[in-house]
């Protein structure tokens, strides 16, 4: 149950939605599609499911070309961030619905429904409509009537963002364990980094309609291909600062310097661009050989046990994750500190040239 997509691209009135794109995905793999708003996520599961039609290239379902297959006669259940229920049925007989179109029988219905009601907490709910619902269990309805239906294709688009928090994080560890046991390829798109870590499997991440890095899900974070990708797989997005390579010696920004060791030592001389995540960014010096860059303290976000620092390097906006809640003063100096080994070197086009230290080493 393979499903490839073979050079697809999505015109729309003029406007590229989805550049050319090669993506094979396996039966029984949990593959996350990664970037933000109006990136393509859902644009790319359209197509996989049927309900578009690319303007060029092709979509391969185990050796079979579909593009043209109306998604009625596809192996496909979808799930949308906008939970779609049949209002004048009961809970019980939406979860059961798809089993009844494929003729299971009364017992084979009936087990299946209380198997996926019993995952997502609905045993108590199955008599009543969904409009008697909360928002979040009317999402569980819709979730549990996708699962029921076995299909070999499951598209998941954003369907947790809904769920109170408790819920979310108990259904991101029971979903990659349900594609486990099905065996059924499932596609899970979602704006937030830290979801597709935990979901695990593979990792598309997508920018402005192109696919720019496709692999196992650590892999991505750890190496991302490009800037665009480091970007896009952290949130807030990398932190970036114009460095240069003289000898033995990086120049970062203005003064700052650290010896070019380890896989650096034989990179060429010129210019390069530093990329950082966030939560590399310290308040104090921890490491012997961390560097001190002097920025402006913009704004603070404070998340309890976290603050959100935005700083202003000499015309650069970066974003700091520091542990704790910090008394800062607003527009005043503020020395932060960067480890060495977490900074990922690129050259002046964006492309990788040595990830950072500590995930090479990872």
């Given at each position: 149950m393979t499903l490839a997509l073979e050079r697809v691209t999505k015109v729309v009135s003029g406007q590229t939605h989805i550049y050319e794109t090669d993506l094979v995905l396996q039966p029984g793999t949990m593959n996350v599609?990664?970037?933000?708003?109006?990136?393509?996520?859902?644009?790319?599961?359209?197509?996989?499911?049927?309900?578009?039609?690319?303007?060029?290239?092709?979509?391969?379902?185990?050796?079979?070309?579909?593009?043209?297959?109306?998604?009625?006669?596809?192996?496909?259940?979808?799930?949308?961030?906008?939970?779609?229920?049949?209002?004048?049925?009961?809970?019980?007989?939406?979860?059961?619905?798809?089993?009844?179109?494929?003729?299971?029988?009364?017992?084979?219905?009936?087990?299946?429904?209380?198997?996926?009601?019993?995952?997502?907490?609905?045993?108590?709910?199955?008599?009543?409509?969904?409009?008697?619902?909360?928002?979040?269990?009317?999402?569980?309805?819709?979730?549990?009537?996708?699962?029921?239906?076995?299909?070999?294709?499951?598209?998941?688009?954003?369907?947790?963002?809904?769920?109170?928090?408790?819920?979310?994080?108990?259904?991101?560890?029971?979903?990659?364990?349900?594609?486990?046991?099905?065996?059924?390829?499932?596609?899970?798109?979602?704006?937030?980094?830290?979801?597709?870590?935990?979901?695990?499997?593979?990792?598309?991440?997508?920018w402005e309609g192109r696919v720019t890095q496709f692999g196992l899900t650590p892999s991505v974070y750890r190496q991302p291909v490009d800037a665009t990708t480091a970007r896009v797989f952290s949130d807030p997005p990398m932190n970036f600062l114009q460095i240069s390579k003289t000898g033995h010696v990086l120049m970062f920004g203005k003064g700052q310097k650290t010896p070019a060791t380890g896989a650096l030592a034989n990179l060429p001389d010129g210019r390069y661009i530093a990329g950082f995540r966030p939560n590399h960014v310290e308040i104090g010096k921890h490491t012997a050989d961390a560097m001190k860059f002097t920025t402006n303290l913009v704004v603070t976000e404070l998340t309890g046990s976290e603050t959100f620092v935005h700083l202003d390097h000499h015309g650069e906006r970066w974003v700091g994750l520091v542990h704790g809640v910090h008394n800062l003063t607003l527009g005043a100096p503020l020395d932060v500190y960067l480890d060495p080994s977490h900074v990922y070197i690129f050259g002046e086009d964006g492309k990788l040239v040595a990830p950072a230290a500590y995930a090479a080493a990872a």
């Open positions: 599609l990664l970037g933000p708003t109006l990136s393509g996520k859902t644009s790319l599961m359209r197509l996989m499911a049927g309900l578009d039609v690319p303007t060029s290239g092709r979509i391969m379902w185990n050796g079979q070309d579909v593009t043209g297959m109306r998604v009625q006669d596809r192996q496909v259940a979808m799930v949308y961030q906008q939970f779609i229920n049949y209002p004048s049925m009961t809970v019980y007989d939406n979860i059961a619905s798809p089993l009844k179109l494929m003729g299971k029988t009364s017992a084979e219905i009936d087990a299946a429904v209380n198997q996926a009601a019993d995952l997502m907490k609905l045993t108590p709910m199955l008599q009543r409509k969904p409009l008697e619902l909360s928002g979040g269990q009317q999402q569980r309805c819709a979730l549990a009537r996708a699962l029921v239906k076995n299909a070999g294709l499951v598209l998941l688009d954003e369907p947790l963002a809904n769920l109170d928090y408790k819920l979310r994080e108990e259904l991101r560890i029971e979903i990659p364990k349900i594609f486990e046991e099905s065996g059924s390829i499932f596609v899970y798109a979602t704006t937030e980094p830290e979801e597709a870590l935990l979901l695990g499997g593979n990792c598309a991440t997508l």
